[in-house]
């Protein structure tokens, strides 16, 4: 599954889970940021949860793919298909290629669909703007135009008959987001495709997971993504946000600097509530929502990532640091 950053993967991928109970899905879920937001996002189905972070699948995390295919042949007797999240920026014809040309993966592995998901609303300037968008859905078997809600029908027409002219072998899918059917995603004919072929998967290798240290009060990491000028921020807070002051700031950072900003997500903490918020961001707008209990024991640490060009890591942090429940009164900018 790929698409651009926030274009709706997770979203759908837990939508499949939710759909298909009677099917047992290992997730291999990708992020570019040092710590996974997404892998707490995602429905706990049956099947086991591979988190891989800081770094792309497509490039710098490329060889990692053969151990993690060897880990989940070990566990095959858990989960009937294996579904990827690709990070928002990657080329998925670099993660299909191990898929498509390595005979051993192939024995035990076979690609059903590339499925590419595309925000209507966003989809003109990110494929103006960058090369990833084009490649993601030049590649894709099936394209899911998702928003569609947003946009006019005239306009969701007008970006299918672009998306056409960039893959016109691509089956073009509109998703409602009240009931669309996650099985058209499936290829049809092959419903044994995932039963196991073979018992022997010999490409055995160190696995490597990234594995996240524990965070202190607060931890600033900045990370440039190998192929392009995007790049990642990840800032950890121990202490309660305002919510409501976080929302302010947000609209108001998004409406000056979105050009830059493709996507921030965090789990935060906010002051006197039970559940953990997840705050998002595509483009100019802000969804708050809540998530899980915070378990009791658990230190209520917020951890929030932000995906862009020319990131300034002291003026992000500051702003956050200004939307703290403490420091509230504290200006941002
Ligand atoms: N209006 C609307 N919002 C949606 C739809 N699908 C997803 N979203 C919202 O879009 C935002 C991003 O969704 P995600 O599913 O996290 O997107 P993603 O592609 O996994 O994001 P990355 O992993 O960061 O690339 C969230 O706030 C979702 O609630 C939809 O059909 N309509």
Known sequence: MTGFLGAGKTTLLNEIILQRKELRFAVLENEVGAQSIDAELIIKGEGPVIELNDGCLCCSLNEDIFEVLNQLWDKRSLWDHLLIEATGIADPANIAHPFLTNPNVQKGFSLQQVICVVDVQLIEDQLKETQEAIQQISFSDVILLNKVEQVSVHYA????????????????????????????????????????????????????????????????????????????????????????????????????????????????????????????????????????????????????????????????????????????MEGAF
Not at 196 to 224: C, Q, W, Y
Not at 263 to 290: F, P, Y
Not at 309 to 328: H, I, P, T, V, Y
């Open 157 to 328: 027409n007008e970006i299918v008959d672009k998306l056409k002219l960039i893959n016109p072998f691509a089956e073009i899918l509109v998703r409602s987001r009240e009931n669309f059917n996650t099985s058209l995603l499936f290829k049809k004919e092959n419903t044994s495709f995932f039963k196991p072929k073979v018992n022997f998967l010999p490409v055995k290798g160190v696995v490597n997971l990234s594995s996240v240290s524990a965070m202190g009060p607060l931890k600033n990491i900045h990370t440039r993504h190998q192929h392009s000028d995007i790049e990642t921020v990840l800032l950890c807070y121990g202490q309660d946000f305002d919510i409501t002051l976080l929302r302010q700031r947000l609209l108001v950072f998004l409406i000056l600097q979105s050009s830059n900003v493709y996507r921030i997500k965090g789990i935060v903490a906010s002051k006197g509530a039970s559940s953990k918020m997840v705050v998002q961001t595509v483009s100019k707008s802000v969804s708050i929502t809540e998530g899980e209990t915070w378990e009791k024991e658990a230190k209520r640490e917020s951890k929030i990532v932000i995906i862009g060009r020319n990131l300034q890591s002291k003026g992000l942090d500051k702003m956050f640091r200004a939307c703290l429940a403490e420091q509230s």
